[in-house]
């Protein structure tokens, strides 16, 4: 375990003061400890072939044994594991600018664990597998996943033909919980620097990039202002198909640990608190939408 890297990472990537106390504190534990169970996990990360339940369960073993929450073993793990991507960057010769500006990811996620679950942690570590890979990058303020069009809906456009298939690859795009502009240029000029990143790739063509996100869901168009961000997002994707959940499963993302209070009992302390509680306690339907942006390296063609 590299207590020094884990500082390098903990500075670069600007967690809070809390926090690095927090992880440092339990790191201390685990390093002196727990050190050889904590490795061979980190090895499950360094290969391709990851079991995540395996995984899961060798966290809350070490969890119960060392009395560490199992949110922020994650979190260790992560970090510590990070170290051998940073060297797959530089090996893949990707910059270390887009290495770190990508694995702040966990910065935004230990923020989130803190204000749903209490404690300084990862509470949906299955997501990270990709970054690991190098398949999911942070360019400008969106983060861009290598995929396929998995959609079981085609789309068409001009002469552009998708359907579900494995080789038609496709960029998904990922909105992390950034506390960054998210308006309008702010997207276009992470569009524009993804367009680069993988010109080579596109060889002139468009890039398409499909996105899966409750940000999508057409309804919530009609309960935000025409000036939210999220309406603006939206335009950014010609929205194809949607479906609806029974319950608000982002509810987190807007209510964090109050999100399972009834409707009447929400927090109000936000514009978009205020609407998303007045839509739910009106019985209002929620869920998720899915859109393709198609992008020609200066603008979106196909809204």
Excluded at 63 to 82: E, G, K
Excluded at 102 to 117: H, M
Excluded at 257 to 269: C, F, G, R, T
Aim: negative net charge; charged residues 30%; hydrophobic residues 40%.
């Amino acid at each position: 375990m590299d207590r020094e890297f884990f500082n390098l990472f903990l500075d670069k990537t600007i967690f809070p003061d809390e926090a690095k106390a927090d992880l440092l504190r339990a790191f201390g534990i685990v390093q002196s400890n727990y050190g050889m169970e904590f490795l061979e996990l980190a090895d499950c990360y360094k290969t391709q072939e990851f079991n995540a339940d395996k995984v899961e369960e060798q966290i809350k073993s070490l969890a119960d044994i060392s009395a560490i929450n199992v949110y922020t073993l994650w979190a260790l793990l992560l970090i510590h594991t990070a170290k051998y991507t940073h060297r797959l960057y530089a090996e893949k010769g990707i910059g270390e600018d887009i290495f770190w500006d990508t694995f702040t990811d966990l910065r935004y996620k230990a923020i989130e664990c803190k204000d749903v679950k209490g404690v300084w942690g990862i509470f949906v570590a299955q997501w990270y597998r990709k970054f690991f890979t190098c398949d999911i990058l942070k360019l400008g303020r969106l983060e861009y996943e290598n995929n396929h069009y998995y959609y079981d809906a085609p789309y068409s456009f001009g002469d552009i033909e998708l359907f579900k298939s494995e080789d038609i690859a496709v960029k998904s795009v990922h909105i992390p919980g950034a506390p960054e502009p998210f308006d309008k240029e702010a997207r276009l000029d992470s569009y524009r620097k993804a367009y680069e990143f993988f010109k080579e790739e596109l060889g002139g063509k468009p890039m398409i990039c499909i996105c899966h996100s409750w940000l999508l869901f057409p309804e919530y168009k009609s309960i935000l202002s025409p000036k939210s961000n999220i309406v603006s997002f939206m335009g950014d994707f010609d929205v194809f198909a949607s479906h609806e959940q029974e319950n608000f499963e982002d509810g987190w993302r807007v209510f964090a640990a109050k999100s399972q209070l009834p409707p009447k009992k929400l927090p109000e302390n936000t514009s978009l608190q205020k609407a998303f509680k007045k839509h739910l306690i009106k019985g209002g339907k929620v869920g998720c939408g899915y859109g393709v942006l198609i992008f020609d390296g200066e603008k979106i063609i196909n809204i």
